[in-house]
């Protein structure tokens, strides 16, 4: 069975920051692209980064450029995103997805993990 699982998630002060993980398991082959997401209260998703099989191919919303980056080692089958000058509006539920297209579509993804939360608040 295939799965991805999010951590990382909790409070924190704006400025502050966060490190997500998505931890794949169950696929046969690696080199799938992996999405992050993110959903606030009222708002339609959002793709926030992508990145594909290796970590040449990256790209994020333009609210989070210079902010975040993401990762990848594909020894530990982990996607990471760190998340650096958090803001309020940085708060919502992420999660991160499987697809096979270098895009921040989420309809282009098709595994998703349950997500975890982000609140950014002081």
């Known amino acids: 069975q295939s799965d991805l699982v999010e951590s990382g998630g909790g409070l924190v002060e704006p400025g502050g920051f966060l490190r997500l993980s998505c931890a794949a398991s169950?696929?046969?082959?690696?080199?799938?692209?992996i999405g992050w997401f993110r959903q606030a209260p009222g708002k339609e998703r959002e793709g926030v980064a992508y990145i594909g099989s290796s970590n040449l191919y990256t790209d994020y919303v333009d609210s989070v450029k210079g902010r975040f980056t993401i990762s990848r080692d594909n020894a530990k089958n982990t996607v990471y995103l760190q998340m650096n000058s958090l803001k309020p509006e940085d708060t919502g539920h992420y999660s991160c997805?499987?697809?096979?297209?270098?895009?921040?579509?989420?309809?282009?993804?098709?595994?998703w993990g349950q997500g975890t939360q982000v609140t950014v608040s002081s």
């Open positions: 997805a499987r697809g096979g297209r270098l895009t921040l579509n989420p309809v282009d993804y098709t595994y």
């Open positions: 169950g696929f046969t082959k690696n080199y799938h692209v």
